[in-house]
C-alpha cells in the first residue's frame, strides 16, 4: 500500500527555508494578535454604543450588517494584493511587486469611492428596501450612521491594501501596531464623542470614521519609504488591465465566498429570530465567543498566504506544500489553546453580560458543543483553503465553501429550526456539518495537487 505524504522532505532544504521559525514567529505572532485586538475593540466599541439607548445600538447593527458585506470585499481585495505581492517577492523581483502594488492601490481606490458614493447618495432608499420595518427612532439613527460610517470606505480599503503590502513582505508587526493605535483611537473618541458632547450614534460614526483615516494616512505616508519591500511613491497610475485582471481574478471569488457566508448568516439569523428573546439573546452572545475562539487561527490562516505565495513565487512547490501542513497545525495548538481559555472564560462572561438565566444556560449549552466538535472540524475546512488560495486556486475554494454553506448549513439549520423546532443549539449542529463536509473536500483537493497547477500572475512583472 502506497504511502500518503503531505510532502517529500528529501525536496526540501531545511537549512535554506524562505521563512524559519524566527520569520514565522515574527509573521503570525502580530497578525495573531491583531484579530484578537481587533475583535474585542469592537467589543468595546459595541458596550458604549448601546449605553446611547436601543435605538442607538439597533441602528448601528442594522447598519453594520450592510458595512460588513462591504468591508468583505475589501478584505478579498487585500487577499489578492497580498497574494499576487508575495508571488513577485517570492520571485525576487521587487520592481513586479511594486507595479502590482500600485495597480492594486488603484483598483481599491476606484472600488471604494464608487461604494462609498452609492451608500452616501442611496443611505435612505437602501435602507428603507433592506430594514423598511423598523421604528422611526431607529430608521433616523441608522440614516445618519450610515452616512458617516459610508464615507469611511475609501480609508477601510486603502489601510487593507496598506496592511497587505507589508504582510507580502513578511513584516505584520508594523501594521498590526497602527491597527491597535488607531482602535484605541476610535474608543477614546467614542468616550469623548459619546459621554463627553453626547452626540450619541453620530459621535460612535464619527469616531469611527476619524479612526479610519487616520490607519489609512499612516500606512500611505509610511509605504513612502525604502525600509520595505513594496514602496508605493505613486498614487496616481496608469491602468494595468492584465495586472488588474490578476488581482480581479483572486480577489472577486473570495469576495463572492465572504459575501454568500454573510447572506448565509442574514438567512440563519432569520430563522433564529422565530425562537424568541430568549434564543436571540444566547445565540448573539454565543456568536461573539465562538469568533473569538477562532480569530488566532484565522490570524494563522493570513500568514498562511505570504508564505505559500512567495515559496510558489520562487518556484518552490514542496516548500509551500511544507508551509501549508506546518502552519495549520500550528493553527490547531493555537485553537486548542483558545478555545480551552474562552470556555473557562464563558461562565464568567455570561454573568458579566446579564443574561437570564435560560438564555444562559442555552449559551453554556451550545458552548459545550462548539468547544467539542470545533477543534476536530474547523481547522481542515479553513487553513488548508488560505493555501489553496494562494496558489491561484481560488474558484474551487469559491465554490466549495458557497456550497457547503448554503446546503449543509444554511438549508439544515432552517429545516432543523422551522420544520422540526430545534432550538438555537441548530445552528451549531449545520455549522459542524458543514465544517466536516467543506474539511474532507479541501484534504482531498490538497492531495489530488492540482492546486499546484494554476497560474497565479499572466505576466513576468515590470
Not at 86 to 100: E, W
Not at 431 to 440: C, H, K, Q, V
Request: glycine share 8%; net charge positive.
Amino acid at each position: 500500500m502506497k504511502r500518503v505524504q503531505f510532502y517529500d522532505k528529501s525536496k526540501i532544504d531545511y537549512r535554506n527555508l524562505l521563512f524559519d521559525n524566527k520569520a514565522l514567529r515574527k509573521l503570525l505572532i502580530p497578525l495573531m494578535a491583531e484579530q484578537l485586538l481587533n475583535t474585542l475593540m469592537g467589543m468595546m466599541d459595541t458596550i458604549m454604543v448601546s449605553r446611547c439607548g436601543s435605538a442607538a445600538i439597533s441602528a448601528v447593527s442594522l447598519v453594520d450588517s450592510i458595512n460588513v458585506l462591504v468591508i468583505e470585499v475589501f478584505a478579498a481585495l487585500a487577499a489578492g494584493g497580498t497574494i499576487i505581492c508575495s508571488f513577485y517577492l517570492g520571485q525576487r523581483n521587487r520592481s513586479g511587486a511594486n507595479f502590482a502594488a500600485e495597480q492594486i492601490f488603484l483598483v481599491n481606490t476606484f472600488l471604494s469611492v464608487l461604494l462609498a458614493a452609492i451608500a452616501v447618495v442611496f443611505r435612505v432608499p437602501l435602507l428603507r428596501l433592506i430594514f423598511g420595518r423598523v421604528e422611526a427612532d431607529v430608521m433616523k439613527n441608522s440614516i445618519i450612521y450610515f452616512l458617516i460610517t459610508g464615507l469611511s470606505y475609501p480609508f477601510i480599503a486603502l489601510s487593507n491594501c496598506g496592511a497587505a503590502f507589508y504582510r507580502a513582505g513578511g513584516e505584520s508587526r508594523f501594521p498590526m501596531l497602527i491597527a491597535a493605535f488607531c482602535n484605541g483611537a476610535n474608543i477614546a473618541g467614542n468616550a469623548v464623542l459619546i459621554f463627553g458632547f453626547n452626540m450619541g450614534v453620530a459621535g460612535a460614526a464619527y469616531a469611527t470614521l476619524g479612526s479610519r483615516i487616520l490607519n489609512a494616512l499612516i500606512l500611505l505616508v509610511m509605504l513612502r519609504r525604502n525600509r520595505q519591500p513594496i514602496v508605493l511613491r505613486r498614487y496616481l497610475v496608469k491602468p494595468n488591465f492584465q495586472t488588474i485582471k490578476d488581482v480581479l481574478s483572486i480577489s472577486i471569488p473570495s469576495g463572492i465566498e465572504n459575501g454568500m457566508f454573510q447572506f448565509g448568516k442574514l438567512v440563519i439569523q432569520s430563522s433564529v429570530s422565530l425562537l424568541g428573546t430568549t434564543a436571540i439573546a444566547a445565540q448573539a452572545l454565543t456568536i461573539l465567543l465562538e469568533n473569538l475562539n477562532g480569530i488566532a487561527g484565522m490570524g494563522v490562516g493570513i500568514g498562511m498566504m505570504t508564505v505559500v505565495g512567495q515559496s510558489l513565487g520562487a518556484g518552490r512547490k514542496e516548500e509551500a506544500k511544507y508551509y501549508i501542513c506546518k502552519l495549520t497545525g500550528i493553527a490547531w495548538i493555537v485553537v486548542l489553546i483558545t478555545i480551552g481559555g474562552v470556555f473557562a472564560l464563558t461562565k464568567p462572561i455570561i454573568f458579566l453580560a446579564g443574561l437570564e438565566p435560560a438564555a444562559g444556560k442555552m449559551c453554556f449549552d451550545m458552548m459545550i458543543y462548539i468547544s467539542i466538535t470545533k477543534p476536530f472540524v474547523w481547522i481542515p475546512a479553513f487553513l488548508p483553503a488560505y493555501g489553496l488560495r494562494a496558489a491561484g486556486d481560488v474558484r474551487f475554494s469559491m465554490i466549495t465553501s458557497s456550497v457547503t454553506m448554503w446546503v449543509a448549513r444554511v438549508f439544515l439549520v432552517v429545516l432543523m429550526i422551522r420544520v422540526f423546532h430545534i432550538g438555537p443549539i441548530a445552528v451549531w449542529i449545520g455549522m459542524s456539518i458543514d465544517w466536516t463536509i467543506r474539511g474532507i473536500i479541501f484534504t482531498i483537493r490538497y492531495f489530488s495537487m492540482k492546486w499546484l497547477d494554476k497560474k497565479i500572475v499572466s505576466e513576468p512583472g515590470i
